[in-house]
């Protein structure tokens, strides 16, 4: 089994240099990815992938392998290089040893559950005290988006869903001052193995940052090139109000367009609109947000 994975992963990363030889081997998301570069007048001159087996379950004939892939790509775009990485999960099915079925496994999103408390009146409310003279380092935070993309700092909880548990770990590295602690309605913060709903929630982060008065906090921009590095994209796939994604600008394109790091799919210098991701709809919605600070108000 191990062996004809091996073989689809040599043939995936071939494609994504070269137009598909093998159509038994075709992926649609490679192509997809390949077309979006394509309109930026981009594309991918080096491909290198690397798997990891999760799980394996076994029946009498059936066999089934959960696993990951990650995937560097060179990207190149009217002069500049840059590396795009993400790690992709996939599930393989076999019927007597034999590969019958891959399949990429669609990017986890927040649940209406997970956001059902993060309404926008709780981002509104101002309490508890943040430190003075808060000057937000972009450097740092993008430093620390950069050391833990497909990582996990055991110094924070991890969630199965962590895109925005990640956003706020840089966020907070970069000098954003926790507060609000112990009301989980309250400001923005991580203690004591609690969080508020605006530290973990993708759509209590998209209305606490533009909220708040204190602190943490910003303002949106009505375009993704007016962003900054350590700025943040908040993403409603469904286009239907609840926002369930969020990233970090981590670099700009040769367009001046972000590229950025999420976590729960892991990647890292990906193209701000995720037209390639198994998410994406055509009603997809976005919330620029740029980090503001003391600094800013004088």
Not at 218 to 239: H, M, P, Q, T, W
């Amino acid at each position: 089994m191990r062996e004809q994975l091996q073989e689809l992963l040599e043939q995936r990363v071939l494609q994504c240099v070269s137009m598909p030889r093998n159509q038994l081997h075709e992926c649609p998301s490679i192509e997809m990815k390949k077309q979006s570069f394509a309109n930026r007048s981009a594309e991918i001159v080096k491909a290198k992938a690397n798997g990891r087996v999760i799980e394996k379950f076994e029946d009498k004939e059936d066999a089934s392998v959960l696993y990951e892939v990650n995937f560097q790509y060179l990207i190149k775009q009217r002069g500049l290089f840059y590396m795009e990485e993400e790690v992709e999960k996939r599930r393989a099915e076999f019927y007597k040893g034999i590969l019958v079925m891959d399949e990429k496994l669609n990017e986890i999103r927040e649940s209406p559950q997970d956001s059902k408390e993060a309404m926008p009146v709780a981002a509104l409310q101002e309490g508890g005290q943040a430190r003075k003279d808060f000057k937000y380092d972009r450097l740092k935070a993008v430093q620390y988006a950069e050391r833990w993309w497909n990582d996990y700092n055991p110094a924070y909880k991890k969630f199965e869903v962590d895109c925005t548990n990640y956003i706020s770990q840089c966020l907070h590295q970069g000098g954003g001052p926790m507060r609000g602690y112990p009301n989980r309605s309250n400001g923005w913060w991580m203690q004591n193995d609690n969080w508020s709903f605006s530290w973990s929630v993708a759509n209590a982060m998209r209305w606490h940052i533009p909220g708040s008065k204190l602190g943490l906090r910003g303002r949106a921009v009505n375009s993704a090139d007016k962003l900054k590095l350590g700025d943040v994209i908040c993403y409603d796939f469904e286009g239907d109000g609840r926002f369930d994604h969020t990233t970090i600008v981590t670099g700009h394109d040769a367009d001046g367009m972000p590229l950025v790091n999420a976590h729960t799919y892991n990647s890292r210098m990906r193209y701000w609109a995720y037209e390639d991701s198994t998410a994406y709809t055509p009603n997809i919605k976005y919330k620029f947000l740029t980090i503001t600070d003391d600094h800013d108000d004088i």
